[in-house]
């Protein structure tokens, strides 16, 4: 797909893009930036990925080159605000965007809206599991499901922790939920 | 999730496996519902595609204050210092809040543009010696292409 793109086909350069903008999009989300800041990371990197086609030296490993672009762009925004605003945070609560998805409308209607609660909880509780999880699990929720290099490069955490951390998060979460009496 | 207590368990792996496999799912779907990709950012990462140019040479980035100099204590307005390389030839940036200020090196005329997206560009005016300003600050990515001595060198794309 990646050597198709760099021979000039945007088709492939599209399969790519939808392929892989939920990772690069959970990468944001899981560094809680703000959503201007996000979205010029985000741009950033898509920008930085096409001036580096044909450069990439392992194709099959685009998505963690592209994780591991918005990672550092992440943790450079981050790294600025500490800077230049030593009081106040300027980051805002991870939060679902406001616009209604067409998907989100769906699920808003009346035979689903037990589902759609649990999903509303679930996505509260994320923010009561710690940054460590909370950040694993924002990154491992992309679709397609990413793969541990890809996670690996997306938070700077070892390939063979991710498995224990994955299954300790998860857990957790479940605990919560079931505590919650959300079943 | 029947029969699961939630309760953190010495569990084999094939054992709470499944109900994790089915938890990470439902968080599938639930990122998918509530925080999906924003379709004026997908569109965004499509366009760039036009930024593809393998006939330009690529500036990398080799420094940057923000991640590679100290902090001076009591100075919070730093400007931004970077620098690109291609090669033997090299970019210096300073970013301010009242624009960019730069230079070529070695010392040689350029035809500079400011980059801002697929569809943004911006001329520079470079002096001989390669210096060039600019009194707009860059908001948002932006890269910068050069065109010296027959070939075009192009930063990488950065977060002003």
Redesign the interface.
């Known amino acids: 797909m990646v050597q198709s793109a760099v021979d000039g086909d945007a088709a492939a350069w599209k399969a790519l893009v939808e392929g892989m903008s939920p990772l690069v999009w959970s990468v944001v989300r899981a560094h809680r930036l703000s959503d201007a800041d996000g979205h010029e990371v985000f741009q950033t990197t898509w920008f930085r990925f096409a001036q580096h086609l044909g450069r990439i030296r392992e194709p099959d490993k685009a998505g963690a080159w592209l994780a591991s672009t918005a990672r550092h762009e992440c943790l450079k925004v981050l790294k600025g605000l500490a800077r230049l605003t030593l009081t106040d945070d300027p980051r805002v609560l991870d939060r679902a965007s406001e616009d209604r998805t067409p998907e989100e409308s769906l699920i808003d209607s009346e035979e689903a809206a037990d589902r759609a609660e649990r999903v509303r909880r679930l996505w509260q509780e994320l923010d009561g599991l710690g940054e460590r999880c909370r950040q694993l699990l924002r990154v491992l929720m992309a679709s397609p499901p990413p793969s541990y290099g890809e996670i690996s490069a997306a938070l700077g955490i070892a390939v063979g922790s991710i498995g224990p951390l994955r299954q300790r998060c998860l857990r957790r979460l479940r605990a919560r939920m079931n505590a919650r009496g959300a079943v | 999730?029947s029969g699961?207590?939630?309760?953190?368990?010495e569990d084999g792996p094939d054992d709470?496996g499944f109900?994790?496999a089915l938890?990470?799912e439902?968080?599938?779907?639930?990122?998918?519902?509530?925080?999906?990709?924003?379709a004026e950012?997908?569109q965004?990462?499509?366009d760039?595609?036009?930024?593809?140019?393998?006939d330009a040479r690529?500036a990398e980035l080799t420094f940057?204050s923000?991640?590679d100099a100290l902090?001076v204590r009591g100075v919070?307005?730093?400007p931004r210092m970077l620098t690109f390389r291609a090669g033997e030839v090299s970019v210096d940036v300073e970013v301010t809040e009242e624009g960019l200020i730069g230079q070529v090196l070695p010392p040689q005329s350029a035809r500079i543009e400011v980059l801002g997206?697929?569809q943004t560009t911006r001329p520079l005016t470079a002096d001989t010696l390669g210096r060039f300003t600019s009194d707009t600050p860059p908001t948002?990515?932006f890269?910068l292409r050069l065109r010296t001595g027959g070939e075009v060198i192009?930063t990488?794309?950065?977060?002003a």
């Open positions: 999730m699961d207590d939630g309760m953190p368990r709470g109900a994790d938890l990470e439902e968080l599938r779907q639930a990122a998918a519902v509530l925080d999906p990709v924003p950012l997908l965004a990462a499509l760039a595609f036009a930024l593809h140019d393998l690529l940057d923000l991640v902090p919070t307005d730093a997206g697929p948002g990515p890269a192009v990488e794309w950065l977060r």
